[in-house]
């Protein structure tokens, strides 16, 4: 019997991105870090800013509830795209991960297929648990067909564009660098990057904000509640992610 | 046709033959690992020529890459991904795969299948990787270190695998600094220094089929002065004397019967009193020693 009679050869593209990016999506959820970022952190900031923000009575230009789930959904974007992504790819790069994988007959473009699929996953996952929560707060939900393919595009724009720049420094510093700037920047961009809150509440600074990603994001995410498609602000996503990849294939150490 | 490689990484220059097992040996720095990765594509080299199958392993990556299987000295996994799972991915990226439960179980892995690679020990971190690099039923595996780290119950069972997969027809390339791996399994021993390419054979070759003997001498009091070459010229012409420190001395040269007597009659007349005294055929670490002039390995 010749058990190692050599029979090579590659799987068909489409089983390979599958099988990768089912491997990627569950490391993903089953990472208790991971899940705190993804869907804690986002849940606690919606119900905490929707409380403080009836509180305080601060004027959001709506029901808080409305204008905060769509910002907390950019948040969760981001989160996945920039922050699970970059630390997740980062240690990948230290352990070896990516150089093991690249013995395997996986191409480098199915290997980043794989990883944009896995982040869709867990972005579906965190929007069901945060429109969940969302809903349940009384928050009206995306109005209409066009608010629905808004939010879509919103998140297929921030994903591209968070997931350029998450490669950037996961491709160009060491893994723990890339743990501590990967987290640094996502609590910037929560605090000032207009994603939670509209960017017209940082006053003169709110068109600035709007040209950062996720100024963008959120903008687009809270046009598409309100039944917009926020064409600008999905140009200005698109710009980033064509920039972040132009950067990240140039810069990128795969060991 | 064409098979196996050239490669360099300092003039050195090698090739490997179909269904055989290769082995590269040498000391750490010497640049095993950095000539494997030269076959595998990881590194292109400054100068010279590198076929793997054929193939350019960095030209042409893609065609090659389905066809070996690579085994790295170390990590490569998602510390939370477990064996088994790890495995299941690998197999599904290939056309042909093995049977993940056959190979699990031929190398000792059925047991830790549930467990995540950063709670494996270091021996079944070795033998996963041995395992991914099988998987894809290629037609040339290289393995850096196999049996690194490994007990020796479980290395006999790496070594049969190893022996079956050359049974099968498949061609193995692999580093080790245990001379003994390399002494039983190969073929055809490299020995690299320096990037250099030192000595090539088959063991028996690299061996000279025992017609050369070493004797060692190990006393606790230096030597009488001029004693050591007293006795080399005694074993007769052809006889290399080298002094290893100065309470031990390892004589290699032709042996026969009455060597032993000569060495007991030059201890008397010189008042030498040895606290060890052997005799034996060069093995590959003598040989081994002779052409790197190293202690260690790896």
């Not at chain 1, 050599?6 to 993903?28: C, F």
């Not at chain 1, 920047?185 to 996720?214: E, T």
């Not at chain 2, 220059?13 to 179909?18: D, F, H, K």
Request: with cysteine; net charge neutral.
């Amino acid at each position: 019997m010749s058990t190692f009679a050599p029979a090579p050869g590659a799987a068909p593209v489409g089983r390979q991105l599958l099988t990768q990016a089912g491997m990627e999506a569950r490391l993903m959820l089953r990472n208790g870090e991971q899940l705190l970022i993804a869907v804690v952190i986002p849940v606690i900031v919606l119900v905490g800013a929707v409380r403080g923000s009836e509180k305080v009575g601060l004027d959001l230009g709506g029901k808080p509830i409305d204008v905060l789930t769509p910002g907390v959904l950019a948040l969760a974007v981001m989160s996945t795209a920039f922050t699970s992504l970059a630390i997740a790819t980062g240690f990948e790069r230290r352990y070896g991960v990516l150089k093991r994988l690249g013995t395997a007959p996986l191409s480098r473009a199915t290997l980043l297929g794989g990883k944009v699929l896995a982040l869709l996953v867990v972005e579906v996952f965190q929007f069901v648990v945060i429109g969940g929560v969302g809903l349940a707060l009384g928050w009206s939900g995306p109005s209409g067909v066009v608010g629905v393919l808004g939010v879509v595009l919103a998140a297929l724009c921030g994903t591209a564009a968070f997931a350029a720049l998450g490669m950037l420094l996961a491709g160009s510093l060491r893994a723990e660098a890339t743990l501590a700037a990967a987290n640094l920047v996502y609590l910037l961009l929560l605090a000032g990057g207009a994603v939670v809150l509209p960017a017209d509440q940082y006053g003169g600074l709110g068109d600035v904000v709007r040209w950062l990603p996720s100024g963008a994001l959120g903008e687009a995410m809270r046009s598409a509640c309100d039944g917009a498609i926020a064409v600008r602000d999905l140009v200005v996503l698109a710009a980033w992610a064509v920039a972040g990849s132009a950067l990240t294939a140039r810069t990128f150490k795969w060991e | 046709m064409r098979y196996g490689d050239t490669v360099a990484v300092d003039g050195l220059s090698l090739t490997v033959e179909r269904g055989t097992i290769t082995a590269v040996l040498g000391p750490n720095g010497a640049g095993k690992t950095t000539t494997l990765e030269t076959c595998e594509g990881y590194r292109r080299p400054q100068a010279g020529t590198v076929r793997v199958l054929g193939l350019d392993p960095v030209r042409e990556r893609r065609t090659l890459l389905p066809r070996i299987g690579v085994m790295l000295q170390s990590g490569g996994a998602w510390s939370g991904a477990r064996a088994d799972e790890m495995l299941h991915h690998f197999a599904r990226l290939h056309a042909h795969p093995l049977d993940t439960g056959v190979l699990m179980e031929r190398l000792a892995l059925h047991e830790c299948g549930r467990t995540p690679y950063r709670r494996l020990s270091g021996g079944q971190q070795q033998r996963l990787g041995l395992a991914l690099a099988l998987i894809g039923r290629p037609e040339l595996v290289f393995v850096d270190e196999p049996t690194a780290g490994m007990d020796p119950q479980i290395r006999r069972a790496v070594w049969e695998l190893l022996d079956e997969l050359r049974h099968d027809g498949v061609t193995v390339v692999l580093t080790t600094h245990y001379l003994e791996e390399a002494e039983r399994l190969a073929d055809k021993v490299h020995i690299v220094d320096r990037g250099r390419l030192v000595a090539s054979g088959t063991p028996l070759e690299l061996t000279r089929g025992g017609t050369v003997a070493t004797l060692r001498i190990v006393v606790t009091q230096p030597f009488p002065p001029g004693a050591p070459a007293a006795l080399a010229a005694e074993l007769g012409p052809g006889t290399e004397l080298t002094e290893l420190d100065p309470l031990s001395i390892q004589l290699s040269g032709p042996a026969d019967s009455s060597t032993l007597a000569t060495v007991a009659a030059w201890c008397a007349a010189h008042d030498v009193l040895p606290e060890s005294l052997s005799l034996g055929q060069r093995n590959l670490e003598d040989v081994f020693l002779e052409l790197t002039g190293r202690e260690t390995l790896s």
